[in-house]
């Protein structure tokens, strides 16, 4: 007797061969896979140049962004321009009776735009945010420190996240 469980195996390749032709056309490619002209993405992410960003925090993105990109050189054959733009604030979290803030959020939004030289064509541009948490501590030191810790958080966060997105662009434009 079989079970309700049980399929047959005729109905298995029966549904396989009408579903593979919709799966062949859906044009999912991996992001790091070879393209159609031979050229791989981590040697088209050499070619990116990352613009100076002014401050501390600005110029910890932009190291982020030429080690995700380089892997921490820099490259002869510079073809693309990555333009990154930050602005920083702080917002008091958890204020106490006493009316002191006792918990921050720093946040960082970083617009960007990664630009193809031989044209000046934006090829992808958007906003990363990023949110870090730290406690105002009694000790001067100990609450510069705590959000340094909370800018590097947040720096390594929205460098993360631009260098996802230039990617996944450049995998679509080689």
Known sequence: ??????????RLVAIMALIAP????????????ESTTGAQLDD????????PIPGRVGQRVRNELIFATTGGGYSDATQ?????????????????RSGEA???????????????????????????????????????F?????RRDAENRAARTVADDIQTRVAMALSRDV
């Open 102 to 140: 006792e918990g921050r959020a720093y946040r960082l939004t970083a617009a960007f735009k990664l630009i193809r030289l031989e044209d000046e064509t934006v090829v992808v541009s958007g906003k990363s945010i990023s949110r870090a948490a730290y406690d105002n501590l009694d000790s001067t």
């Open 22 to 33: 919709l799966l062949a056309g859906c044009g999912f490619q991996p992001m790091y896979a």
């Open 44 to 51: 088209v992410m050499r070619t990116v140049s990352v613009a």
């Open 1 to 10: 007797m079989r079970g309700g469980n049980h399929r047959s195996p005729g």
């Open 80 to 96: 693309y321009r990555l333009e990154v733009a930050i602005r920083e604030s702080v917002q008091d979290t958890f204020v106490a």
């Open 142 to 146: 100990a609450d510069i420190r705590a």
